[in-house]
Nanobody, 123 residues
Framework: HVQLVESGGGSVQAGGSLRLSCAAP????????MGWFRQAPGKEREAVAV???????NYADSVKDRFTISRDNDKPTLYLQMENLKSEDSDMYYC??????????????????WGLGTQVTVS
């Protein structure tokens, strides 16, 4: 069982930046497909950015050119650098992991392990 712990959320003004982190001590991130999802109350969880085992990265259209996903396999930690934040980016953000995602990277049901989430509020 992989335990994921997110951090780095908070409140920021529109146009600002935040960096989210996701730690899973004891696990090697390059053996998992890892991603960030977000969810607003009453809405479905949606994929934000995913990095597969082979390093392939996919982004939701709404965050392309503003968000950057990366991982540090030595720590191991997954990051989401968020730039030029907009009010519509306000959500609970979740770190997720699974053994393989491929073309199903945007499907939250494919992901097995989840963190508890970190809130991002953009005003």
């Amino acid at each position: 069982h992989v335990q994921l712990v997110e951090s780095g959320g908070g409140s920021v003004q529109a146009g600002g930046s935040l960096r989210l982190s996701c730690a899973a001590p004891g696990y090697t991130y390059d053996t998992y497909c890892m991603g960030w999802f977000r969810q607003a109350p009453g809405k479905e969880r949606e994929a934000v950015a995913v990095i597969d085992m082979d390093g392939k990265i996919n982004y939701a259209d709404s965050v392309k050119d503003r968000f950057t996903i990366s991982r540090d396999n030595d720590k191991p930690t997954l990051y989401l650098q968020m730039e030029n934040l907009k009010s519509e980016d306000s959500d609970m953000y979740y770190c997720a992991a699974t053994y393989a995602c491929g073309s199903s990277w945007s499907n939250s049901r494919v992901f097995t392990y989840w963190g508890l989430g970190t809130q991002v509020t953009v005003s």
